[in-house]
């Protein structure tokens, strides 16, 4: 199988960081891309130095490092890992049946693009239930959740 190649993935990459995607959003109801990342940045680390966010993201993306794909108020922040796999990051402002959905689509998006294994860590356990139900609906196939030493849960499935 291919390598999963970031550049073909269509909607989503860094020319398209300020790009305003809103899915099935009216512009009234969305933000821009970078407030949903602020705001979710900031309620998973109330401490965090946006502007050092911010910075770092931009450079990133800038390097082809990371890639965005944003789904209605979700954004997951996307690195490749090389061959298939990536690893993958949610800012959300969406209650958990949106963000449910989101997840759906993303895990669809990624596999219709070549991608066979992902790969994300949260500090919150809530995500244990998401992957569980990601499970249910086989989305995930043999997702395996691990308890870091830092208390920091790894999430890991194939597609």
Known sequence: ?????PQEMGSFGPADFNKQEMGDLSPAEGKQTMEIL???AKREQPDVDVAKFIAD???SIKANELFLLRLGNTVFVLR???GT???FHTATIE???ALMERFHVAAK???DLGCTHVVSYSNDAKYLRLVKMMAMKGDFIRPTVTQLENGAYQFEADL
């Not at 199988?1 to 190649?5: G, R």
């Open 80 to 82: 490749p890992l090389g």
């Open 109 to 111: 998006t990624l596999k």
């Open 57 to 59: 993201m931009v450079t």
């Open 85 to 87: 796999s990536i690893e």
């Open 95 to 97: 209650d958990p049946q």
């Open 38 to 40: 602020i705001e979710s």
């Open 1 to 5: 199988m291919a390598d999963f190649n």
